[in-house]
């Protein structure tokens, strides 16, 4: 898988985790940041549609997609894309399998082992310290009571540079999350039919390598010399 679109990936499910979570406007961003934690560590299930559009740097070119994603915590997720783009990601106990049914290829990355995903990590087992990896850099409420919040990254080689979330001032769902990679890439993601804590069975998180695909492993292992 290229560089770009393993980033890509990453990036998305990274927006999601960190995009289901209340806030209050008004509140000192230490605050924003324990309520953001309280709630990550409160949920056991979490399914939801979603729709995406991706920009890419230099062409411009605007890639749209639609889905539903689930996620099972400690450790596991599940993305299924409907229309647009014709792919499944899953998630397990730090393996993530990229399937691309359209390439019959299928890339088995073991997300330990990846540079800049620890901040992925961190929140899909459960340990993820919000205090320690961003900072919360705005919150601004616009005139229809939605709460605009930016998260910076900590890490200095972190592969995006922002992270914002559209909360509904009300309910404190999130509607929209967004972030700008450091290569320019800009991705937007919409949320629909929220719903927290729902039965999920386990086969939903199992991945069976279909016959016939090729396989790609990541990141490749070295050669003995």
């Given amino acids: 898988m290229e560089k770009g679109k393993r980033a890509w990936v990453l990036f998305s499910i990274l927006t999601l ?13 230490a605050q924003i940041l324990a309520r953001l934690q309280e709630h990550y560590q409160r949920i056991k299930t979490l399914e939801a549609e979603f729709h995406q559009e991706t920009t890419l740097p230099i062409t411009s070119r605007v890639t749209r997609a639609r ?13 299924e894309y409907w229309e647009g783009q014709d792919k499944l990601v899953v ?3 730090g393996i993530m399998w990229f399937y691309e049914p359209e390439e019959r290829q299928v890339t088995v990355t073991d997300l330990s082992k990846v540079p800049n995903s620890q901040e992925l990590l961190t929140f899909l087992t459960g340990i993820g310290d919000l205090k320690r990896d961003f900072l919360v850099n705005e919150t601004v409420t616009t005139r229809e009571g ?10 200095a080689r972190s592969q995006w540079k922002a ?28 949320y ?3 719903r927290e804590d729902v039965e999920l069975p386990e086969e ?5 390598i279909p016959e016939g695909v090729d396989v790609l492993n990541y990141p490749t292992e070295e050669k003995a010399h």
């Fill in 204 to 208: 939903l998180f199992s991945f069976q």
């Fill in 192 to 194: 629909t039919n929220i």
């Fill in 67 to 79: 889905g539903k994603m689930y996620l099972k915590l400690p450790g596991k997720m599940r993305w």
């Fill in 17 to 29: 985790i960190l995009g289901f979570v209340p806030t209050t406007d008004g509140q000192p961003a």
């Fill in 91 to 93: 998630i397990n106990n």
């Fill in 163 to 190: 992270l914002w979330l559209v909360v509904d001032g009300s309910s404190y769902n999130v509607l929209q999350t967004s972030f700008e990679g450091i290569q320019g890439e800009k991705t937007i993601i919409s």
């Fill in 146 to 155: 939605s709460i605009l919040i930016q998260l910076l990254p900590k890490a």
